[in-house]
């Protein structure tokens, strides 16, 4: 080997030496560099809240800088659950009740499988289907107080009723109040929020809970009468 070659080595190592230190020191930065960003586009996408709209698209609200934001922008949400809700449990026709009402159990606690079991009791869904009636309710506004949890709010709006064949309709006024809860999102609950404690007004359904209630102390008064007849 040429001797001038074998005096090369030594720097030629030294070049490769610091070469290697170079890409270990120009990794490690990358690293660093990239999870410092990770953290900050972490923080940043956490002071966002996203709407869902009734189409069912989360909209970016705006970013948020404490709790009292996050309150702030949970009302838009808030009211939108309410609506859908509302559109749902009390707007349908003969086909498309069933469908409406199995959506909006999704939305409501307790409160709301009762109402339904008792509308259902009734024969409120029956006369919807037996008649080719069309329910729909036009809400006029919506009151919610987010200063407090659980939220309460209110309902405010008129309730009507008309026949397919005919041009016959009517139109009581509607009332509601209720509780919502912060729950999970979910696919069938996209805004994490839940109607309780809920409790109505409205003419036409009041009627007919009415006389189901008459009807079933009627069949209990009978019942005791055979029984103690026996």
Known sequence: MDLKKLREIPSTYS??????????????IAIISSSVWAVYVSKVFTKKIYVITEKGQAAIANSMNNDQDYENYRLPEIKNHIKVLHRLFFGYDQ???????????????????????????????????????VQKLDIDSIKVNEKEYPYHASV???????????????????????DVYNVAR????????????????SKGLEDNSAREAVNNRQEETEGSQKTEDN
């Open 15 to 28: 070049l490769v030496k610091k070469a290697l230190f170079l890409s270990f020191f120009i990794t490690i």
């Open 95 to 133: 086909f498309s009740y069933d469908k409406n009402i199995n959506e909006a159990l999704y939305l409501i606690g307790n409160s709301g499988k009762q109402l339904y079991l008792s509308l259902k009791a009734n024969g409120h869904f029956a006369r919807i289907q037996s008649q080719n009636l």
């Open 156 to 178: 405010y709006g008129k309730l009507s009723v008309s026949r397919v064949d005919q041009n016959v309709s009517t139109k009581n006024l509607f009332y509601a109040s209720f």
């Open 186 to 201: 979910t696919e069938n609950n996209p805004h994490g929020l839940l109607v309780e404690n809920y409790l109505f007004k």
